[in-house]
């Protein structure tokens, strides 16, 4: 598997006459992306199509990537009629893609195939837990109270995430400190997977009221840390049990999970969060003169860090 | 955010003559995937979805997914017309949305966000790393020396994952040890984000043949590991060498990053993976009695690792 994402900027395919438009990309394959300009009508699209592919395999092509827009939803009948199958869709368009080749296998990337979640441990100076009870869901009437969660957003940090679950749900204004545990599971919503990372956040100094979210929430509460483990829901399961296990190394201080740092990839001026342990986390920190953020760790914290855990680098 | 995925049963509505028939989801919503049943042609399909919407809006559903599979194309303008979004697509469906009220905010979760891929660090004995070169892609023809790389296919977990490409790519067989690094990054193919784990793979014991994937490939080859470290298009990026550090540690035996075990979660027969780091893995593995199987890693390993990271537990 080559397909690497992030890639590239496609080039321009020289254009003819009557035929649809696209761009290469770098795996030799053409997205045609822009509807703006006629063909106007289903059936002249039809033609357009028919006429394209012919030229498109005369050239060797191997994957053609066709974006729809939701004006034009009456032409993805006639791209499944010439042979296009649905990849994704997004709210505003649906992607449809062939395979021309007929010597080698279909090597286009799979469709986006996870979500992601987050869960954030928060614990209080009285060793509480902030838990809540949701109103809707596969836990709704079962009086179950869990640590916030949620779902990562279209471009979201899971540390970020976390923040703002936290803060959305309950009021309670808390940073970053650790993942503790992560998760991945198959067969959800749709087929796909889930990836789940359990976060360890620390409370911004200062007091905090408990405001619940009332669309979603019959709850918000701190609850006694051993109260929580305890419960029967998740006492019993060993997916939970071992959550609550670096839950509990964390609380005792001997556990402090990865760390976040935003670094940059040198690919244009991005910056990307990475998470990672002890012993590289001190080694790379030293190596970089501390050029990058700490996310959620003030150089305090990451010095007090350093005695909890691991790390003989 | 409360929409938790992996839900539940979904209910069958009441019928009622010449609507679209749907399953209740947990939210107040409705699921309409059976086109098995007519109606048959597109402009029958439009008017009987009309009518249901109205129905639909009476009873006080919220949000309607509508499953089209590629054999109904053509309902698909029909649609949205009637004011459907696109929501996702597999290969062989789209599913549209629509969110009926018109007092609260369109609570229906998000599309899949992230792929997820990863690189595979494996080591032999003389401290050389397992290396490639790719045949297409954003470094065809730069010559850049990396670790096997690739997406996590629908249903796999990561550890699964890393040792299927190291095992596709260079014919060398190793299995999942720990994982090192976690980078989140944004905005790649068509506007996903993407989860990069970077794994360390143990060499399975026996005689390593390198055999190249012809198909995606131009080089494979054992490299010592400094001269990896050093390589020009990595050293000078701080996210890799952040990376590297984390791979250096885990060379040096300083460094185990993540466990992962497979553990019931108590919703049905399911395993999930779980990724968890020392301090708390020896602790669930007391309480647990062993009766879940490690990964990759065998009792002498488990306990070797003890020596090495973290954890007064």
Redesign the interface.
Same mark, same amino acid.
Not at 99 to 119: F, R, Y
């Given at each position: 598997?080559?397909?690497?994402?992030?890639? !590239?900027a496609p080039q321009p395919a020289a254009p003819q006459a009557g035929l649809l438009q696209g761009h290469e990309d770098?795996?030799?394959g053409l997205i045609v992306d822009d509807f703006e300009a006629p063909p106007g009508t289903?059936a002249e699209f039809a033609d357009a199509l028919q006429g394209s592919l012919a030229a498109w395999r005369d050239k060797g092509y191997r994957g053609i990537w066709l974006k729809l827009p939701?004006t034009r939803?009456?032409?993805?009948?006639h791209?499944?009629?010439a042979g296009f199958?649905?990849?994704? =869709? %997004? @709210?505003?368009?649906?992607?449809l893609t062939t395979w021309l080749p007929t010597d080698?296998e279909n090597?286009l990337?799979?469709?986006?195939?996870? @979500?992601?979640?987050v869960g954030a441990f928060v614990l209080n100076e009285r060793r509480e837990v902030l838990v809540v009870q949701?109103?809707?869901?596969? +836990?709704?009437g079962k009086g179950v109270w869990k640590m916030p969660?949620? $779902?990562? @957003?279209?471009?979201?940090?899971?540390t970020e995430a976390a923040e703002r679950?936290v803060l /959305? %749900?309950t009021g309670v204004r808390a940073r970053f400190d650790a993942v $503790?545990?992560?998760?991945? !599971?198959?067969?959800?919503?749709?087929?796909?997977?889930?990836?789940f990372f359990v976060v360890a956040l620390k409370l911004e100094p200062g007091p905090q009221v408990l405001q619940m979210q009332e669309?979603?929430?019959v709850g918000v509460r701190w609850m006694p840390l051993e109260e929580y483990f305890a419960e029967p829901f998740t006492a019993?399961?060993? *997916?939970?049990?071992?959550?609550h =296990?670096?839950c509990?190394?964390?609380a005792?201080g #001997?556990?402090?999970? *990865?760390h976040g740092?935003k $670094?940059? #990839?040198?690919f244009s001026a991005?910056q990307? *969060? +990475? *998470?990672?342990?002890?012993? !590289?986390?001190r !080694?790379?920190a030293d190596? /970089?003169g501390g050029?990058?953020a700490w996310i959620g760790l003030d150089a305090a914290g990451a010095g007090a860090a350093g005695g909890g855990?691991?790390?003989?680098?």
């Amino acid at each position: 598997m080559s397909w690497s994402a992030g890639d !590239a900027a496609p080039q321009p395919a020289a254009p003819q006459a009557g035929l649809l438009q696209g761009h290469e990309d770098n795996y030799d394959g053409l997205i045609v992306d822009d509807f703006e300009a006629p063909p106007g009508t289903a059936a002249e699209f039809a033609d357009a199509l028919q006429g394209s592919l012919a030229a498109w395999r005369d050239k060797g092509y191997r994957g053609i990537w066709l974006k729809l827009p939701t004006t034009r939803a009456h032409y993805v009948g006639h791209a499944v009629d010439a042979g296009f199958d649905f990849h994704h =869709a %997004e @709210q505003d368009y649906v992607m449809l893609t062939t395979w021309l080749p007929t010597d080698c296998e279909n090597k286009l990337p799979p469709n986006a195939s996870h @979500q992601v979640g987050v869960g954030a441990f928060v614990l209080n100076e009285r060793r509480e837990v902030l838990v809540v009870q949701e109103k809707s869901g596969p +836990l709704r009437g079962k009086g179950v109270w869990k640590m916030p969660t949620g $779902l990562v @957003q279209q471009g979201e940090d899971v540390t970020e995430a976390a923040e703002r679950e936290v803060l /959305e %749900e309950t009021g309670v204004r808390a940073r970053f400190d650790a993942v $503790l545990a992560m998760r991945q !599971a198959h067969g959800f919503a749709w087929g796909k997977s889930d990836m789940f990372f359990v976060v360890a956040l620390k409370l911004e100094p200062g007091p905090q009221v408990l405001q619940m979210q009332e669309d979603e929430l019959v709850g918000v509460r701190w609850m006694p840390l051993e109260e929580y483990f305890a419960e029967p829901f998740t006492a019993a399961r060993p *997916l939970f049990k071992q959550i609550h =296990a670096a839950c509990r190394a964390y609380a005792n201080g #001997t556990y402090r999970g *990865l760390h976040g740092r935003k $670094l940059e #990839t040198g690919f244009s001026a991005r910056q990307d *969060l +990475l *998470l990672f342990g002890e012993a !590289a986390d001190r !080694a790379g920190a030293d190596e /970089e003169g501390g050029q990058d953020a700490w996310i959620g760790l003030d150089a305090a914290g990451a010095g007090a860090a350093g005695g909890g855990a691991a790390g003989n680098t």
